[in-house]
């Protein structure tokens, strides 16, 4: 079975820091990029980071750019997004994903271009984000 726990999320303040998880299972990272995605209460997910599995290479959305960094280890088959000044337009949750059915590693919109939306079969539960004074 694919199974993906997402964890680290929790309420802090504008300007705060938190470090999220993503523990896979059923598959390796090594073999398939993983992705980071949110959604916010009444609006649609949205991709917010993607780190290939061959070569480690990051991808980010432009809202996140400079603030969040993805990064991998393999040998505890674990992602992670490291965020930094958080603001309020990041409250949501968070949930990671296997990029298992693109051609491309990373291979969807925006990270590239002409390719049409992320897609995947296997999500986990989410972890909340909360900014908030």
């Known amino acids: 079975q694919v199974q993906l726990v997402e964890s680290g999320g929790g309420l802090v303040q504008p300007g705060g820091s938190l470090r999220l998880s993503c523990v896979a299972s059923?598959?390796?990272?090594?073999?398939?990029?993983v992705g980071w995605f949110r959604q916010a209460p009444g609006k649609e997910r949205e991709p917010v980071s993607c780190?290939?599995?061959?070569?480690?290479?990051?991808y980010y959305a432009d809202a996140v750019k400079g603030r969040f960094t993805i990064s991998k280890d393999n040998a505890k088959n674990t992602v992670y997004l490291q965020m930094n000044n958080l603001n309020a337009e990041d409250t949501a949750t968070y949930f990671c994903a296997p990029d298992h059915l693109s051609d491309y590693e990373c291979g969807f919109y925006p990270f590239r271009a002409r390719q049409g939306p992320f897609r995947s079969d296997y999500w986990g539960q989410g972890t909340r984000v909360t900014v908030s004074s």
């Open positions: 780190i290939t599995a061959t070569d480690s290479r990051t």
């Open positions: 059923g598959f390796t990272v090594d073999y398939y990029s």
